[in-house]
């Protein structure tokens, strides 16, 4: 699914600070979020090449990526959170698994303080959501969770992260990215193994040339 997402649309070849920046433009409420029709022009203006496409490819890109949108509106809300829609997207992108939970971690510490200047970093609830987000694309993109009722969906992402989250803010109120480093390489990568999907060489994606995204 994720490989199909990936080559058909050619989102290997963005870069996730790019996809950021032309999702803010269509956001509203000063970035805070994206109606249906904001990110449906946010989308278009990424990926122009869809519209060559055949109307198969193009049914299935529009479910898969209107499915990763609706995974993130909140329960009675139209809008989804700017925030989570740049760290999920960022799945599809291009770069490593470190430059992506840097760029998602950068994206909610300046929705936690804007004023934050060299030493980002994230409160308990932002840490949540951040983990979510990333946690919530794997969901929306794998046959198994994106069939399920979204409550339930998120019910099982809350008892996820949650514990994750208070393992990572032991005995402090606020992290850094270096603390989340850490943090992952002592325990994270045997507790949330599911983070090193954020590569897509774990994925061996092949592009319409045939050739592997790490050979091109």
Known sequence: ???KIVTSSYFYELQPE?????LMKHSEYGGASLTKSGYNQAVRELLPRVAECDAETVKFLTYALSNVYFSFVPEGEERAPFS?????LSLFCLGSKSAKLQHGFSIFAWA???SQDDLETLDGSMLRRF????LGVLFSCCHQTAKLPLPYMRSM???????LATRIMYQSSEVTFDDFGEWYNKEGCELAPWLELLDLKKWQPVTPTGASIEDE
Request: proline letters at 0%; hydrophobic letters at 65%; a negative charge.
């Open 1 to 3: 699914f994720v490989t």
């Open 18 to 22: 790019r996809v950021a920046k032309v």
């Open 84 to 88: 989570e829609l740049a760290t999920a």
């Open 112 to 114: 936690f303080d804007k």
């Open 131 to 134: 983990l979510a987000s990333i």
């Open 157 to 163: 992402l809350a008892v996820a992260v949650e514990e």
